[in-house]
């Protein structure tokens, strides 16, 4: 079945450093992928999102790029804040017909960002 | 913010008592999910609705069951509680599903269930 894999965490960097979370999946046909950001003690944000291969989805200074060839989908960004620090989801949904817009996440890695 | 409330937003019970988290919207959207948190796994899909009365089993629901009697109403029943279902519970919503690519989820602020 359809399954995403993450890094492992936690992930400690200083402000201003840049910032890369792997994503790897594996899927059949053409999935949307996403990424989703929990800060503590709250629910799921929906961060970013691409619905086919190579778009680039983007919000807040995060990046990433749908590549079908690597199968990737790898969150970045140049300079992050302490205002980052949060649990970062990485998922893919199957869209058409007989599909019912479930979620499949990897197991999440944690940011923490220190002044 | 899309309108999602979970309750209770924590909870203690004990081995082998009933527990029911109830997941309520006001945005009239089709589509519920509930999903469970745990470390190393991420989220995962225990049941869905599509509608009024029609709900079906995702990855990991054994130990549940799940009613929709009203639109805006989702509930999750754990007959029976165990200790491996203690865990963050997750509602969400979204308006058609799987049918169009630029739906989005949105999710409650979940429920810890501690089970003693």
């Known amino acids: 079945g359809d399954s995403v894999t993450q890094m492992e965490g936690p992930v400690t960097l200083s402000e201003e450093a840049f910032l890369t979370i792997n994503c790897t999946y594996t899927a059949t046909g053409y999935p949307s992928l996403f990424w989703y950001v929990q800060y503590p003690g709250e629910g799921l944000q929906l961060l970013l999102k691409?619905?086919?291969?190579?778009d680039k989805g983007s919000n807040k200074g995060f990046e990433a790029t749908y590549r079908k060839e690597t199968t990737s989908f790898h969150l970045e960004k140049g300079s992050v804040q302490v205002s980052d620090s949060a649990v970062y989801f990485c998922a893919l949904s199957q869209y058409g017909s007989g599909n019912t817009g479930k979620l499949i996440f990897g197991q999440g890695t944690t940011l923490q960002v220190k002044p | 913010d899309a309108g999602i409330t979970q309750s209770p937003r924590h909870k203690v019970t004990e081995t082998g008592t009933p527990v029911t988290l109830r997941c309520h919207q006001t945005e009239n959207h089709r589509y519920m999910y509930w999903y469970r948190q745990d470390p190393g796994h991420g989220l995962r899909l225990i049941h869905y609705?599509?509608?009024?009365?029609?709900?079906d089993k995702g990855e990991v629901s054994d130990g549940y069951s799940v009613s929709r009697s009203k639109t805006e109403d989702f509930l999750l029943t754990l007959e029976s509680a165990t200790s491996s279902q203690t865990s963050v519970y997750f509602c969400?919503?979204?308006?058609?599903?799987?049918?169009?690519?630029?739906?989005?989820?949105?999710f409650g602020q979940g429920t810890r269930l501690t089970v003693v």
């Open positions: 609705s599509y509608g009024v009365k029609d709900t």
């Open positions: 969400a919503i979204s308006e058609s599903g799987g049918l169009n690519m630029n739906t989005e989820a949105f």
């Open positions: 691409a619905t086919k291969a190579d």
